[in-house]
């Protein structure tokens, strides 16, 4: 069956323009989650959604970033007037509940790069 | 202090060699435990989980020491395909509160 997938790729924006970045989960996982992954560090978690549950918006790093989820299906990732320092991998996983298993599975991530 | 702290590496070894990771993690209450691999310009894949009797999965050997809150993987007989990033993940239950290491790199060499 179909994974993660995310679009884009690969963004490249200018410093200050807005970015939207899409998630599509595995069909019939409950809960998705954002992460960001800088070079060389961990992944930094943003923002989960569970069903029509309030998203735990606890990670995101500034008011600049905000996500939305429609029900079980898409979702996007919306960072406005961008930074450099935003500049990183965006990773969005999905995972049947968000109990401790089973897993998370990943898409191949959207590289962002602002200039 | 880091979370989840890992060595970052590198760690370059020669085919057929044994290798080690360690993993340490700062939340005495963490209650899941994973490792991950992330292959180059490529997202984390599952590994295996840690159970607290440890657990093996062919080549790979993973335990779990509470008392010093570290954990661990062994890779046995290395093989070139195993060179990746492996990233300790570690948590108090749920998925969403799951803290990731920033990774380990191995290089296994012909």
């Known amino acids: 069956g179909a994974g993660v997938s995310q679009s884009p790729s690969n963004k490249v924006t200018e410093k200050g323009k807005d970015v939207e970045l899409r998630c599509d989960p595995i069909s019939g996982h409950t809960a998705l989650y954002w992460y960001r992954q800088r070079l060389g560090q961990g992944l930094e978690f943003l923002i989960y959604f569970q069903g029509n549950s309030a998203p735990d918006k606890s990670g995101l790093p500034s008011d600049r970033f905000s996500a939305e989820r429609t029900g079980e299906s898409v979702s996007t990732l919306t960072i406005q007037r961008t930074q450099q320092e935003d500049s990183a991998v965006y990773l969005c996983?999905?995972?049947?509940?968000?109990?401790?298993?089973?897993?998370?599975?990943f898409g191949p991530g959207t590289r962002l790069t602002v200039l | 202090r880091k979370e989840v702290e890992q060595d970052p590496g590198p760690f370059n070894v020669p085919e057929g060699a044994t290798v080690a990771f360690n993993c340490t993690y700062s939340?005495?209450?963490?209650?899941?435990f994973f490792w991950y691999r992330q292959d180059c310009r490529k997202e984390p894949k599952l590994l295996m989980s840690?159970?607290?009797s440890g657990n093996e999965d062919g080549r790979f050997t993973a335990q779990l020491n509470r008392a010093s809150q570290y954990i661990s993987l062994l890779i046995r007989d290395s093989k070139l395909s195993d060179s990746a990033t492996y990233l300790c993940?570690?948590?108090?239950?749920?998925?969403?509160?799951?803290?990731f290491g920033a990774g380990t790199r191995l290089t296994v060499k012909p």
């Open positions: 939340n005495s209450a963490s209650q899941s």
């Open positions: 996983a999905s995972s049947l509940w968000v109990t401790s298993g089973p897993e998370q599975f």
């Open positions: 840690v159970y607290s």
């Open positions: 993940v570690v948590g108090p239950g749920l998925l969403k509160d799951m803290r």
